[in-house]
């Protein structure tokens, strides 16, 4: 099994960038939310939505409303904000245990 380690700007294995971490969540986080709202705006979202309570062995009573441009935007910004600080908080989290354990 191989082990991996982080590098920062500054070279110390095993810490990772608060930014890059917060990024990185933030990208992904928006990115999801931003699919979704292609989905709404392309009129998919209500099938997608339904297969998946389907798979799950449960009826849908959730209804998706017609897209609207800013609240699309509400979404994807909260989400990528919200992303960045989880990201950010395990990058500390993880450097702090990092730094503990040497």
């Known amino acids: 099994m191989a082990y991996h380690t982080f590098g920062s700007a500054t070279g110390q294995q095993g810490s990772v960038g608060v930014n890059k971490v917060?990024?990185?969540v933030a990208l992904l986080f928006g990115g999801v939310h931003l699919l979704w709202a292609a989905l709404v705006a392309s009129g998919l979202a209500?099938?997608?939505?339904?297969?998946?309570?389907?798979?799950?062995?449960?009826?849908?009573?959730w209804v998706v409303e017609s897209f609207e441009f800013?609240?699309?935007a509400g979404l994807v910004a909260l989400t990528s904000a919200i992303?960045?600080?989880v990201g950010a908080i395990f990058a500390v989290i993880w450097t702090s245990f990092h730094r503990a354990s040497h």
């Open 46 to 61: 209500q099938t997608v939505l339904n297969f998946v309570f389907w798979l799950h062995f449960i009826r849908s009573g």
């Open 70 to 72: 800013g609240r699309a």
């Open 22 to 24: 917060g990024l990185s």
């Open 83 to 85: 992303g960045y600080a």
